[in-house]
């Protein structure tokens, strides 16, 4: 990193943690400790750790975005590493919106400090970004093929014109995966130009992807189940519709905008009380953790050159 860069990080740095830390003050400013407290109450204990379970399988692939964006940047880190980044940035910026920009600035700081340039975390960060939408086109293709009229039912859409929207991303599904095994070098599509990954890196794109946002649709059917029955497949649609307005509109952490797909897809569904336990489990709980860790992360680092003056201080003598 130039030096005259490497002044400021300590600042954005402490930006950063103000930031998140007021999003968990604004967090559990939306709900009062009555509806938290009773939308978990309502959950049993096995539904309240599936969802935590899958919570938990979703940060996990995540991490996978990142591993695999490290290798398709060309460099090597030890997972450890990679999965530290991907959390504390994810976990921080999924709340924050704008995820390219707000992670990609906390995964800039670990990774510029394990000796990755800009370049290399740009491509990192933009290869995240295209496994989500890879993952949200992987698991609607699937939901939209295996469950045609549940999901047709949630779109407004026959049965027939879902299994032809389901075809229409297995065909692009496949297309880029062709692509990734064909094409040797830059692609090029008009004025844009991009490096496409091994057909291996595309196919862990899908798998990955698939596997995350999987998780993420199980753990809130998990929270709307305590209020009666509701289909996985009616969830997932509902879900994948709820996180693209969310993306469209930036709102930090998709707050209300998810809520108000979700409501209006599944209507006659008691959805607020599975909604405010989903937004405590899957987004609060990760936002403090990562918070926390990403403080301590940073405390760690700053004391470091302190103990090493002391220490050389103690030999000298």
């Known amino acids: 990193m ?25 967090v559990l400013r939306q709900f009062s400790l009555d509806d938290v407290l009773r939308s978990l109450h309502r ?7 599936l969802a935590a379970l899958f919570t938990a399988g979703s940060y996990l692939s995540l991490t996978g975005f990142d591993y695999l964006g490290v290798r398709y940047a060309g460099a090597r880190l030890p997972y450890r590493r990679v999965a530290l980044a991907s959390f504390t940035g994810l ?7 704008l995820a390219p920009l707000s992670t990609g ?21 933009l290869f995240s970004a295209v496994t989500v939408g890879i993952g949200e086109l992987s698991l609607s293709t699937i939901v939209l093929l295996a469950e045609p009229d549940l999901a047709g039912r949630v779109l407004g859409v026959d049965a027939t014109t879902a299994r032809l929207i389901g075809g229409a991303g297995a065909a692009a599904l496949a297309l880029y995966l062709g692509l990734a095994a064909r094409v040797r070098g830059r692609l090029r599509i008009r004025s844009w130009s991009f490096e496409l990954p091994d057909w291996r890196l595309a196919l862990g794109q899908i798998v990955i992807g698939a596997i995350d946002f999987a998780c993420v649709a199980a753990a809130l059917h998990q929270t709307l189940s305590a209020a009666g029955p509701v289909d996985y497949a009616s969830v997932a649609t509902a879900f994948i519709l709820a996180n693209l307005a969310a993306l469209m509109t930036h709102v930090p952490g998709g707050v209300g905008v998810e809520e108000a797909v979700v409501i209006t897809l599944l209507p006659g569904t008691d959805a607020i009380g599975g909604l405010i336990a989903f937004r405590v ?24 050159p302190r103990r090493k003056a002391e220490r050389a201080a103690q030999h000298a003598s």
């Open 281 to 304: 489990i899957y987004f609060l709980v990760p936002l403090t953790i990562g918070t926390v860790l990403f403080g301590g992360v940073e405390l760690t680092r700053r004391m470091r």
């Open 2 to 26: 130039p030096q005259r860069y490497r002044r400021w990080m300590p600042l954005v740095t402490a930006a950063i943690i103000a930031v998140a830390a007021c999003l968990v003050w604004r």
């Open 43 to 49: 959950l049993s204990a096995g539904r309240l750790a």
């Open 91 to 97: 976990s921080i910026g999924h709340t924050l919106g």
């Open 105 to 125: 600035a906390i995964r800039y700081r670990f990774y510029s400090q394990w000796g990755l340039d800009a370049e290399s975390i740009a491509k990192i960060v």
